[in-house]
């Protein structure tokens, strides 16, 4: 079993920027690539980011693409999403997961946090 918890989520301005963090304990943390996924109100839980088992490869949603960064320290267990120059559409529930290949994550996780807010305001 692999334990997730995202932290970080809150309120911020159109144009902010907020650090998303997931903290994981269980099994050894560098064995399973690392994502992020958002479900805003009324919509479906949608792919935003993920990155391999090494850091050394990631992918992204189109809508994130050049302003979310993810990245991951293996050594603290714990994988970041940065998301700069957030909008009012950015505004979700954000979840942790853990999944073993980063290409395949945005259809299949073997693990979930438990999801962090996020909103953004106009």
């Known amino acids: 079993q692999v334990q997730l918890v995202e932290s970080g989520g809150g309120l911020v301005q159109a144009g902010g920027s907020l650090r998303l963090s997931c903290a994981a304990s269980g099994r050894t943390f560098s064995n399973y690539a690392m994502g992020w996924f958002r479900q805003a109100p009324g919509k479906e839980r949608e792919f935003v980011a993920a990155i391999s088992r090494s850091g050394g490869t990631t992918y992204y949603a189109d809508s994130v693409k050049g302003r979310f960064t993810i990245s991951r320290d293996n050594a603290k267990n714990t994988v970041y999403l940065q998301m700069n120059s957030l909008k009012p559409e950015d505004t979700a529930i954000y979840y942790c997961?853990?999944?073993?290949?980063?290409?395949?994550?945005?259809?299949?996780?073997?693990?979930w946090g438990q999801g962090t807010q996020v909103t953004v305001s106009s």
């Open positions: 997961a853990a999944a073993m290949s980063a290409a395949t994550m945005r259809y299949r996780c073997d693990y």
